[in-house]
């Protein structure tokens, strides 16, 4: 099993340009999340799907959208990238049921926006 | 609302002295509570997690963290520090919202262990 991934692994923009993260997991798990990184800040929720189909905002989803493809893909788009937007970005899977309540997490994706 | 707030972003130990990272938690409800670590360049794992029971949590890698209602903490130890163990840790709290659980997460500890 491969887990999450998450393509590409590094990315550099200029402002304005688009462009979309691409995040898979094989472990069947309903949940899908969307986080971003920065310094001293932890680990902020972009956007989630807690199932196929459905999507909801997190902490700070201003600039971003995102699609539920199916079960196993979800994906996050910058329609116009700001130098604000520079950060890691981590996808992350899991299962809310009962005492299930992991997440895992992708590699990350290492965006610079100039 | 829920939140996590850990103390001291930055934690120096030698190699072989406890471990100790601090996180202290919000809930209205019986919490869910989470400890990552993340290694340089990777994504973040699982080291251990409370939902219901044994208050003393054992995770990965020799680390442990107690549950403490009373004092609304959930620290992370470690007797003995190994090089191994230098990473960031992050605490974190579920919010079970909508059929799908979000984790808020603490701004993370930066873990050193000198020689």
């Known amino acids: 099993n491969a887990g999450v991934t998450q393509t590409p692994k590094f990315q550099v923009l200029k402002t304005g340009q688009s462009m979309t993260l691409q995040c898979a997991q094989d472990m069947n798990h309903n949940s899908m999340y969307w986080y971003r990184q920065d310094p001293g800040m932890g680990l902020r929720l972009i956007y989630y799907?807690?199932?196929?189909?459905?999507?909801d905002k997190g902490e700070v989803p201003n600039g971003y959208n995102v699609s539920r493809l199916n079960k196993r893909e979800f994906s996050l788009r910058l329609e116009s990238a700001a130098p604000s937007q520079t950060s890691v970005y981590f996808c992350?899977?899991?299962?809310?049921?009962?005492?299930?309540?992991?997440?895992?997490f992708g590699p990350g994706t290492r965006l610079t926006v100039l | 609302a829920q939140s996590v707030t850990q103390l001291g972003s930055h934690v120096s130990v030698s190699e072989g002295a406890l471990v100790l990272l601090r996180c202290n938690y919000s809930?209205?409800?019986?919490?869910?509570l989470f400890w990552y670590v993340q290694y340089p360049n990777q994504g973040l794992q699982l080291l251990l997690k409370?939902?219901?029971?044994?208050?003393l949590v054992k995770g990965i890698n020799g680390f442990e963290a107690e549950f403490k209602k009373s004092e609304t903490s959930f620290h992370l130890t470690k007797p003995s520090a190994h090089m191994s163990d230098a990473a960031e840790y992050f605490c974190a709290v579920r919010i079970y919202y909508n059929q799908g659980g979000k984790l808020i997460f603490g701004q993370g500890t930066e873990l050193s262990v000198k020689p």
């Open positions: 799907s807690a199932s196929e189909g459905t999507t």
């Open positions: 809930s209205s409800v019986p919490p869910y």
């Open positions: 992350a899977s899991g299962e809310v049921t009962g005492n299930e309540n992991e997440q895992f």
């Open positions: 409370y939902t219901t029971g044994a208050t």
